[in-house]
């Protein structure tokens, strides 16, 4: 079930706040050589373009690499049936947070490195000819943190599910609550719940596919509270950072501690499912708990 | 009802430093003027009772202008001053015939959140309220206020008791965050909160939440959806801890930029008023509620007589879309 080469140990870890991983990284980055690179799973020289043939999927060891999110979109839904909704909704640095970096030089930065105003991609879409409302976290606009932007875009997804009577389905990723906007990310976990008990008072449905990374109170909030939960397979997933545990209880963290599957045993996740099967799983669970 | 005893631990804030040497003098002028003491070689012309008096005006000048000043580093100090009250305080100050209740009915009874039946003023009610414990065997036994999945799964069910019988809801928010250890993780520490949050956003019974010490992330969220959201004068409330924030986008947690970090994330409670994440700010005896116990006892339970009372005079169901609405406004952005 868990496979220590994929499971970094703590030290490879940054020092996280219990809600919050600003970038947690995976345990080295594919080295890119050109046409081909080395998969930081098993190691094995890869041609990259059989590796995006493959879902960015190692071939050899099955290791799943996180994707942007027009890559996720595109494997998931019919093609050119995704159709984007809220993309002018830019976040605004309300508390002037200046670290080492302004965070409104951040927000340039992010947005001219992706081409996008934030975090997350939101819109209909159609699954093997199933409506639904869809949103994706993109872990290359600052892990994906939630702010006041991707809380907004959330409930705005789920909003349009209630009303539209479409399955909502969220993609997650993330380093958890962005620090920069502070209280107002922390109070987007609760706007997020709170948009989630009306869908659910309406009956409607709510599926949240776990990718790597899931932490903080991004997990916390919306991603945990799916109908139906599914994760790909070992994907990080927690409430508080793996170094931060580590350095509270003083002890080795057990083997695939926090990985979809250790989720999956201790009972909070319905199912692990390998990215080329995602596509087939949601429409499947849409016929079954879909109206 | 119970009176709460001022702080009498040696505990010394570095930035009231200034004071101590006041303080002194005024015990010792005490000492002197007490008629029980022979005031040996001591000048009987000189008015001690008005040397006293000049000092203690200077020293409340001294004190205010501190406070007046106070960076947000420094309020965060505060709010975890050993002396400061803690919830279980102001239940025994003030909520009559608490009745605890224990236990989530799955795994087991979290110490660091309490919940009970009791009075506040007119209203019976639900308290649940973080427990960071007093003395060390207590504080190990609460986790220092770092609650459990078993936490926000016992507070969750006892608010499903006060929405069934109808009563309304009170959270004491006190906690540097929801703990994270191993178990925790393996009990589900982020589904127990994103529950708490989607549970307490459409509980049919009004609630009011207030930050009365640490409001550190998730883990004060789990019990902080509310109707109202106040927070002490001293508090802070933020989306993690200042040494968290500082450990990642410092890199490191110094006293220097935990302090920088205090004041990047805005987290006092005025900075958290304009922000609009709370609807209330309660003020705080001069020079924090550790020196005036009782005093902020009876400010909050004022304070909570008054939202209970404003509360009540809604319909459930036009409560719960205000609450909504509430949670549904709160974040800035461009479009
Ligand atoms: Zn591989």
Redesign the pocket.
């Known amino acids: 079930m868990t496979d220590a080469k994929t499971t970094p140990s703590p030290a490879t870890r940054p020092i996280n706040g219990p809600a919050n991983w600003q970038t947690p990284p995976e345990k080295k980055q594919a080295v890119p050589e050109g046409l081909w690179m080395r ?1 930081p ?4 020289m ?1 041609y990259k373009k059989a590796v995006e043939q493959n879902l960015h999927v ?1 071939p ?4 799943h690499y996180r994707i942007h999110a027009e890559d996720r979109i595109d494997q998931l839904v019919d093609p050119g049936s995704f159709e984007p909704l809220w993309e002018d909704l830019g976040p605004t640095d309300t508390l002037g947070f200046v670290d080492r970096v302004p965070y409104k030089d951040r927000i340039v930065k992010e947005q001219k490195k992706t081409g996008h105003k934030d975090a997350l991609h939101a819109g209909r879409a159609f699954i093997k000819a199933r409506g639904v409302v869809l949103a994706v976290m993109d872990t290359r606009f600052m892990m994906a943190s939630m702010g006041s932007v991707v809380g907004e875009k959330i409930t705005r997804a789920i909003e349009l599910g209630t009303k539209e009577d479409r399955p909502v389905i969220v993609v997650s990723a993330s380093g958890g609550a962005r620090m920069q906007e502070s209280s107002l990310s922390l109070a987007q976990m609760a706007k997020t719940s709170a948009a989630l008990a009306r869908l659910d008072d309406a009956g409607g449905l709510f599926i949240s596919v776990l990718t790597d990374p899931t932490t903080g109170g991004v997990t916390a909030s919306f991603a945990m509270l799916g109908d139906l939960i599914l994760a790909e397979p070992k994907a990080l997933i927690g409430f508080a950072g793996p170094r931060v545990i580590a350095n509270t209880v003083r002890q080795e963290l057990p083997d695939g501690f926090q990985r979809a599957e250790f989720l999956q045993e201790k009972g909070f996740v319905d199912r692990v499912v390998h990215r080329k099967d995602l596509r087939n799983e949601i429409a499947r669970l849409i016929d079954y708990a879909g109206k | 009802m119970t009176q709460l005893n001022e702080y009498t631990g040696n505990f010394e804030l570095e930035f009231e430093r200034p004071l101590t040497a006041l303080e002194r003098q005024i015990d010792e002028l005490e000492a002197q003027s007490d008629p029980n003491r022979s005031a040996t070689g001591l000048d009987p012309n000189v008015d001690l009772g008005s040397e006293i008096r000049k000092l203690r005006q200077s020293h409340t000048a001294m004190l205010k202008k501190i406070y007046k000043g106070l960076a947000p580093g420094n309020t965060v100090k505060v709010a975890r001053h050993p002396g400061r009250p803690q919830a279980m305080d102001y239940i025994h100050a003030f909520v009559k015939d608490f009745t605890e209740l224990h236990g989530d009915r799955q795994f087991g009874d979290d110490h660091a959140i309490r919940c009970g039946f009791g009075r506040i003023g007119p209203h019976k009610v639900l308290v649940v309220g973080h427990h960071k414990g007093k003395d060390t065997a207590d504080k190990i036994k609460a986790n220092f206020g770092c609650a459990h999945p078993e936490g926000y799964r016992k507070a969750l069910r006892c608010m499903k008791l006060a929405e069934k019988f109808g009563l309304p809801v009170v959270t004491l928010v006190d906690t540097p965050g929801a703990y994270p250890g191993i178990g925790a993780e393996e009990r589900g520490q982020a589904e127990a909160i994103a529950v708490n949050l989607r549970e307490m956003a459409r509980l049919k019974t009004p609630i009011v939440s207030v930050v009365i010490g640490e409001g550190g992330s998730g883990g004060a969220l789990g019990i902080g959806v509310a109707d109202k959201l106040a927070m002490l004068e001293y508090a802070w409330f933020s989306v993690i801890s200042p040494e968290g924030c500082a450990a990642i986008l410092w890199k490191q947690a110094t006293p220097q930029t935990n302090a920088d970090a205090a004041e990047a994330l805005k987290l006092t409670a005025r900075d958290n008023l304009k922000l609009g994440t709370i609807d209330d700010i309660i003020d705080e005896p001069l020079g924090g509620a550790h020196r005036r116990p009782s005093m902020m006892a009876d400010r909050l339970e004022q304070y909570l007589v008054q939202a209970l009372r404003d509360l009540k005079r809604f319909k459930i169901e036009n409560l719960v879309n205000k609450r909504y609405n509430r949670l549904r406004s709160i974040g800035e952005m461009s479009e």
């Open positions: 998969c799973s098993c190691e094995a890869l190692c050899e060891c099955e290791h």
